[in-house]
């Protein structure tokens, strides 16, 4: 029992969520601004500090129908980078279609493209989690030295 980060990884903007396994619901926290890898893991160094996660979670972008694309090997990289970095589990949790169901409940609260943008990612990272509490999930095998 503890506490999980998850992230939904952009190359520019990564969007970050955190929630309790006894309690298995997500909230959104905050949004990473970072355009490198060195960037992101400084900025993820910070909230491993602040919340000691026992592990993380990232969203594993795919086609529509599963398939992976060029994104789907970044992300799983990243992971990788993530776990390395950390020495923490790292799970991947399917996030199709987590910006579109980001933007229709930030709509449905009344923002507008303007004042949701900066949140979507964030809202994005939430539903990646809770997916990841609602389904079961295995963590990324541990690289061999």
Known sequence: MGTILAFDFGEKRTGVAVGETAL???HPLEVLQASSDGERLAAI?????????????????THADGTPHAMTARVHEFALLLQTRFGLPVS?????????????????????AKTMKPLVDAVAAQLILQ???????????????
């Open 92 to 112: 991947e949790a399917d996030e199709r279609l987590t910006s579109r169901d980001a933007e229709t409940r930030l709509r449905e609260t009344g923002r507008n």
């Open 45 to 61: 160094a910070r909230l491993v500090e602040e919340w000691q996660p026992e592990c993380l979670v990232i969203g594993r972008p």
């Open 131 to 145: 997916t990841w509490f609602d389904y079961p999930h295995e963590h990324i095998p541990t690289p061999s030295a």
């Open 24 to 26: 298995g619901h997500a």
